[in-house]
């Protein structure tokens, strides 16, 4: 049984691009969850994905998206990149939506210029 | 707003100590609290999911207490070793559907 991956493991990108972090999760789990941790704060939640579809929504603009696929890998995208998005991405998975055990992959470190 | 409180922020402890560090958070609507441990450059490792008033549990040297009506709960490590030294967090669900709100974490030293 393979843990939670995440790729890349850094990733530089100046202000205004876009970026996709990419996260496999853990075998058999079906909801994945994303949280944005920057320095000096605990890890924040952005959303989450139940069989392809956004199950919830933390405290973010529109301009973070996502996808799940049907392997229930899952993308984070980030449009119109902003100084502050400066952070450690991190993505979660649980076995159903409503477990309350998530087990986080090791991050994705993304730095904007 | 979920607010989830951890103290102290940092702590050196000396290797053999025993030591302990506080999760506070909203009383009402209580569902679960979650614990974990996260060292540098890993991934967070989930150590406990509490779920009833006056709970107790243990994973070897590390034990975690619930008080649900006052809203905190307390992580305790018994005789420090080198290998404890990391970031421990506690989280809430309630932040969205299914989302944890966490605390910004205690970050623990064990000096050898």
């Known amino acids: 049984e393979t843990g939670v991956t995440q790729s890349p493991t850094h990733l530089i990108k100046t202000r205004g691009q876009q970026v996709t972090l990419r996260c496999s999760s853990q075998s058999g789990h079906n909801t994945v969850s994303w949280y944005q941790q920057a320095l000096g704060q605990g890890p924040q939640f952005i959303f989450q994905y139940y069989r392809e579809e956004e199950n919830g929504r933390g405290n973010f603009p529109p301009r973070f998206s996502g996808l799940q696929f049907p392997n229930y890998s899952s993308e984070l995208n980030v449009n119109a990149l902003e100084l502050d998005d400066s952070a450690l991405y991190l993505c979660a998975s649980s076995l159903i939506s409503g477990d309350p055990e998530q087990f986080f992959g090791p991050g994705t470190r993304l730095t904007v210029l | 707003i979920l607010n989830v409180e951890q103290s102290p922020q940092s702590l050196h402890v000396q290797e053999g100590d025993s030591t302990n560090f506080t999760c506070s958070f909203p009383s009402s609507n209580f569902y679960a609290l979650h614990w ?16 009833l008033n006056g709970d107790e549990k243990k994973k070897g040297r590390i034990s975690a207490t619930l008080n649900t009506k006052e809203g905190y709960s307390y992580l305790y490590i018994k005789g420090s070793q080198p290998e404890d030294s990391a970031t421990y967090l506690c989280a809430f669900p309630g932040g969205g559907a299914d989302g944890l709100t966490f605390g910004k974490g205690t970050h623990l030293i064990i000096q050898p």
């Open chain 2, 36 to 51: 974990y441990r996260w060292e540098t450059a890993k991934s967070p490792e989930a150590l406990f999911v509490m779920t």
